[in-house]
Every structure is written in structure tokens, then in C-alpha cells.
């Protein structure tokens, strides 16, 4: 069976991941607002029938904002850390809530979902793996240092969403106060560009299709930078950049493999041409 990912936004101004199957699927973190969830979905031709539950991967508002309400309108269940949520300081109803604890893979469907802890000056922060039965998807946003956790789920994704959320020089002659300047750079803050590269090109499996560059930084960071960045790169993983005012394409395995097949055949065919 396929996998299908989107990113519905990601920035500062909000972040919501789609990954799934026909027929069922995840939201990891829901930072924008139900009716903005409703209209991106809508325009990727997704249903909330098939969404089983949201992942809340820590408290900050931009991760979490739309989770009451979502939740509540669709019966969807929330999995969440113990103290995430006594953190967040949203109102979940509770027979929806859902306990999460890192390294527990949850069975939804088809569908495994894995968290693991991460960096981040949040109460208890982690990080996913989405699976099914051939592919995975990793979601890699939010963390201050590349630790070993994250290099080693890093390397198993056939897809990830990675963080690239500051360009240096720009961070460091920009307009924010030291002190936000400092936590941003900080081992429990987020990945600057660098970071995220050498990441990848350190640590990426040669399966690895897609990669989604995330979480950019509206006033430290620009998507001609990261893309640059990356695409200096000769591999055959393809480079998208994730918007934080629409949502990307929706990618699908079956999709990426027949395309690759047939791009094999062509090459194969013109070599007797």
C-alpha cells in the first residue's frame, strides 16, 4: 500500500503534516486553524474522514493552535506527551486525549507512527516517523542539534521534512534582540541551514526520494537561500521547499516509483536509439 505527505504549512505562522494512506491518515501538530486546515485540505482533495488522529509534537502555539477545535469537530483522537499537554494549556476534551510516550509505536491502520525525543525549549518535545509496510516518512522540524536519535531516523526515511530555519548571517545581522538571537542558535533551539545540509549530506540513504525543507524563517532566511543551498548537491532526491503560506503538492509513492521506472526505460531505450 502507498504513502502520501504533504506539508499544509509550515513556518512560524503555523505547522500541519499530512501523511497517510487511502484509507487512513495522520496530522502531525496543528498549528493553523481548523478552517485553514478544512480549505488546504480541501484543495488537495483530502478528506477528515480518513484523518484517525492528530500528533502533537510539542506545545508551542504555532504547533498547536487549531488541535481543540479540530479534534473536537471530527472526533479525531490526540496523542500527546504528559507534560505537552499539561503545558499546552488548551483545553482537549479528554475522551480524546491520547497518552504518547517516546519510542511506542502506535498502530493506526496500515499506518505506525514512532516518537522520539528531540531538542527544543519546549517541556517534552519529540519528533515522528510515519510507516507502513514499505515506506517512510520522518518529520524532523523544531530541533536545536542534529542528536543521534535524529540521525538514525533520518537515515531509514524514503521521504522527510527537515528543518532549515536560518541562514547565519542573516539571523546574526537581523533585526531580533540578542537574547532571542542566542536561543535560536541555541542546542534547544532550531537547525540553521548548515546544519540541516550537512545533515543530509551526511546521513542520507540513497532510497531517500523527497526532501521537504521546513520551518523557514520568514525575517532570517529565504527559500532562494535554502534552495540554493541544496540543489547544490548532485543526487537523485528531489528538493522542495515548504511554504509557510500554502500547501505543497501531495506526493505519493506509487507515483514516485512508476515515474522513476519510467525514466529507467527512456534511458535504457535511447542507449539503442
Do not use: W
Not at 157 to 173: I, P, Q, W
Amino acid at each position: 500500500m502507498s504513502l502520501f505527505f504533504t506539508s499544509l504549512n509550515s513556518g512560524s505562522n503555523g505547522n500541519c503534516y499530512y501523511i497517510g494512506n487511502n484509507k487512513e491518515a495522520v496530522l502531525i501538530d496543528a498549528g493553523l486553524s481548523c478552517k485553514e486546515t478544512e480549505k488546504r485540505m480541501q484543495c488537495l482533495e483530502l478528506s477528515f474522514e480518513t484523518i484517525k488522529a492528530i500528533f502533537i509534537s510539542h506545545e508551542h502555539i504555532d504547533h498547536i493552535k487549531g488541535v481543540e477545535v479540530l479534534s473536537k469537530k471530527y472526533e479525531i483522537p490526540v496523542y500527546i506527551t504528559t507534560k505537552t499537554y499539561a503545558n499546552s494549556r488548551t483545553p482537549i476534551r479528554k475522551d480524546l486525549i491520547r497518552t504518547l510516550n517516546s519510542f511506542n509505536t502506535i498502530k493506526i491502520g496500515g499506518l505506525s507512527i514512532t516518537a522520539f525525543p528531540k531538542n527544543h525549549d519546549a517541556a517534552d518535545p519529540v519528533s515522528f516517523i510515519v510507516e507502513n509496510d514499505q515506506y517512510k516518512v520522518g518529520v524532523f522540524t523544531d530541533i536545536g542539534t542534529v542528536c543521534e536519535n535524529v540521525i538514525k531516523y533520518f537515515k531509514k526515511c524514503h521521504a522527510a521534512f527537515l528543518e532549515a530555519n536560518y541562514d547565519d548571517k542573516m539571523l546574526e545581522e537581523g533585526p531580533y534582540p540578542f537574547h532571542l538571537k542566542e536561543r535560536i542558535k541555541s542546542s534547544h533551539g532550531h537547525l540553521s541551514n548548515k546544519q540541516a545540509f550537512d545533515l543530509f549530506i551526511d546521513h542520507r540513504p540513497d532510497f531517500m526520494s523527497h526532501l521537504l525543507l521546513s520551518h523557514l524563517s520568514k525575517e532570517n532566511n529565504t527559500p532562494e537561500l535554502v534552495d540554493d543551498l541544496f540543489r547544490s548537491v548532485n543526487c537523485n532526491t528531489e528538493i522542495i521547499i515548504a511554504s509557510r503560506y500554502e500547501a505543497s503538492p501531495l506526493f505519493r509513492f506509487e507515483e514516485i516509483l512508476h515515474k522513476k521506472a519510467a525514466s529507467k526505460n527512456l534511458m535504457q531505450l535511447e542507449l539503442f536509439i
